[in-house]
């Protein structure tokens, strides 16, 4: 009976020792957890969006309807044939023959007057056999070229209707910002009348690396046909030709560039009144500044054009800008680098008047420069050349000619060889005679390029060279 109560007792006794220690320890661990979970469940406070989300309101508020619908009608189909030559079959050159086919490619453009004038990229048209236009209420008319530039990748077509057409109308391209909403309208994929929408990601974008560009870059969905399309802020304005995108497949992939439209307008006003571009030369040479380069140089100037060198004659010589300078802003525009600066300037011509800010030896200072027109040109296989002065004439003994400034063609070694160097005279081309670079331009433009191009020059030494240069 004893043996039954002992093990009574120690059988009740460890009971109690197990539920103090559950009681005591596992219980209170258990508990803990759940606590911990209950702290880390999210809590959720009431916000006011419209009140402080801005960028939320901002979004809210833009309506894209108005931008689309002044736009859709005044953006074209242009189509381009062009006759390509295949590649030919052993039967072509048994029988001397060269297969060729027609070629159509397509792109859009946009209507800028009501008269028909309308705006496009110079690759959209260029080597065309024929042009025709299809507008947005699907009519299609024959389109002639007015004018192109190769260099902006800026053309202008003009289309006869008897009706008034719907036009864009330009905006300032020099005060778009960064971020700003924009819409792209073009025919992608011969997609007519496609419109997409993105920001302004960047501007003065340079994308052939000699800063001879300044393109808008936005994110607005651009693919293959929007090429010559309107790019276009909130308001409807035209503010740059879509133009570009860069793309390994070639297809869009998020990246898009246009012509601002200060420069596509400055472009077709030019070709409109002269027949081509009129460009105003500052007349310095130089580059961007950057960390590198400033620790180079020895300037603290991070940011801006620094000029290595002013051109002889040039109005920046004249108005006392030298070498060393560092160009901030020009007008109202800031100068960070090279292509802000070439992108202003493409906007102006010969004989305006622009205010340069500089700093010399880190002083700021101001002045005004009157734009020259371009006097130096680059002649094929030879290098650049210049108008000649008459003391240049007199110097060489001859009448008339230009001045070769810099040897650069592919002859280069050859006329060193014989003592050609800068400073010389060519005062004959294919056998006329030059008086200036617009002469010599003439001549290269109309030439045969089939036909080796002669050159008649003097040298220091008066002796007359002549050259068949291929």
């Excluded at 320890?25 to 911990?36: A, G, P, W």
């Excluded at 916000?47 to 402080?52: D, E, I, L, T, W």
């Excluded at 014989?418 to 030439?447: L, M």
């Amino acid at each position: 009976m004893k043996k039954l109560a002992t093990l009574v007792f120690v059988s009740v006794l460890g009971g109690a020792i197990t539920l103090g220690t559950y009681k005591t320890f596992l219980e209170k661990e258990e508990q803990t957890i759940v606590e911990t979970e209950q702290i880390s469940q999210p809590i959720f406070q009431p916000v006011n969006y419209k009140a402080s989300n801005t960028s939320l309101t901002a979004i809210e508020g833009i309506d894209f309807t108005t931008a689309a619908e002044k736009t859709l009608d005044a953006v074209v189909h242009v189509k381009n044939i062009t006759i390509t030559t295949t590649q030919p079959s052993m039967r072509d050159l048994m029988l001397g023959r060269v297969q060729q086919r027609k070629q159509l490619g397509t792109g859009s453009g946009v209507i800028i007057s009501p008269d028909g004038y309308i705006i496009t990229n110079n690759h959209v048209i260029d080597a065309s056999e024929k042009l025709s236009v299809t507008l947005n209420d699907n009519r299609t008319l024959e389109a002639t070229i007015i004018g192109t530039d190769p260099k902006t990748d800026i053309a202008l077509l003009k289309i006869e209707s008897d009706e008034t057409l719907p036009y864009a109308t330009f905006g300032d391209s020099d005060t778009a910002k960064i971020g700003e909403w924009v819409l792209a309208v073009g025919n992608p994929f011969n997609l007519t009348s496609t419109v997409t929408a993105g920001i302004i990601s960047a501007k003065s974008r340079d994308l052939s690396g000699d800063s001879h560009q300044s393109f808008i870059q936005t994110d607005a969905a651009v693919n293959p046909g929007n090429s010559g399309g309107a790019l276009v802020n909130t308001n409807g304005e035209l503010i740059g030709i879509n133009t570009a995108i860069t793309s390994q497949t070639g297809s869009y992939i998020g990246y898009s560039f246009a012509v601002p439209s200060n420069i596509a307008k400055k472009v077709i006003q030019d070709i409109m009144e002269f027949g081509n571009v009129q460009n105003g030369i500052l007349g310095v040479q130089g580059g961007s500044l950057n960390s590198y380069y400033a620790e180079k140089l020895s300037v603290n100037e991070t940011e801006g054009f620094y000029v290595d060198e002013v051109i002889e004659d040039s109005g920046a010589e004249k108005a006392d800008i030298k070498s060393g300078d560092i160009i901030k802003k020009i007008d109202n525009v800031e100068i960070k680098k090279l292509s802000d600066l070439r992108g202003y300037l493409d906007t102006k011509r010969p004989d305006d008047v622009i205010t340069v800010h500089y700093l010399r030896n880190g002083v700021q200072q101001q002045t005004e420069v009157t734009l020259l027109k371009s006097n130096t040109y680059i002649l094929p296989h030879v290098g650049v050349i210049k108008n000649a002065k008459p003391k240049d004439l007199r110097d060489y003994k001859v009448k008339n000619g230009v001045k070769i400034t810099q040897i650069t063609g592919g002859y280069a070694q050859h006329f060193s060889r014989e003592g050609i160097k800068s400073g010389d005279i060519i005062t004959t081309i294919n056998g006329v005679k030059v008086n200036s670079v617009e002469d010599v331009q003439n001549i290269i433009k109309s030439r045969d390029l089939n036909q080796p191009l002669s050159i008649e020059l003097v040298n220091s030494s008066g002796q007359t060279f002549r050259y068949g240069l291929r």
